[in-house]
């Protein structure tokens, strides 16, 4: 019952940054771990990035890290994912997703989706 909105995505040059926010609504009193995925067209939903509850630990694929940064405010019901140095790769629709366990990964990890929101990078 937990509802996810992502928002930030838009079109941008290589090099340039976005930052995406998700934020949950309905039953979000567990401590659960959130995570970002990214699909391209015709192509698997993939994982980026997931933090646990209380953003001791993160966890980020090895393509965007020290490019991306995903981050959380509880008191908001809010996770980010922060993207600096966009590439034409990043081109996607991220999907935002929360889940139970500590620090989730796979997608089976998840119970709740967001729509996702469309990034675009042009060389």
């Known amino acids: 019952q937990v509802q996810l909105v992502e928002s930030g995505g838009g079109l941008v040059q290589a090099g340039d940054s976005l930052r995406l926010s998700c934020t949950a609504s309905?039953?979000?009193?567990?401590?659960?771990?959130m995570g970002w995925f990214r699909q391209a067209p015709g192509k698997e939903r993939d994982f980026v990035a997931a933090?646990?509850?209380?953003?001791?630990?993160?966890r980020l694929i090895n393509s965007v890290k020290g490019r991306f940064t995903v981050s959380r405010d509880n008191a908001k019901n809010t996770v980010y994912l922060q993207m600096n140095s966009l590439k034409p790769e990043d081109t996607a629709v991220y999907y935002c997703?929360?889940?139970?366990?500590?620090?989730?990964?796979?997608?089976?990890?998840?119970?709740?989706w967001g729509q996702g929101t469309q990034v675009t990078v042009s060389s």
């Open positions: 997703a929360a889940g139970d366990l500590y620090l989730p990964y796979k997608p089976q990890d998840f119970h709740s």
């Open positions: 309905g039953r979000t009193t567990g401590r659960y771990g």
């Open positions: 933090i646990s509850w209380s953003s001791d630990s993160t």
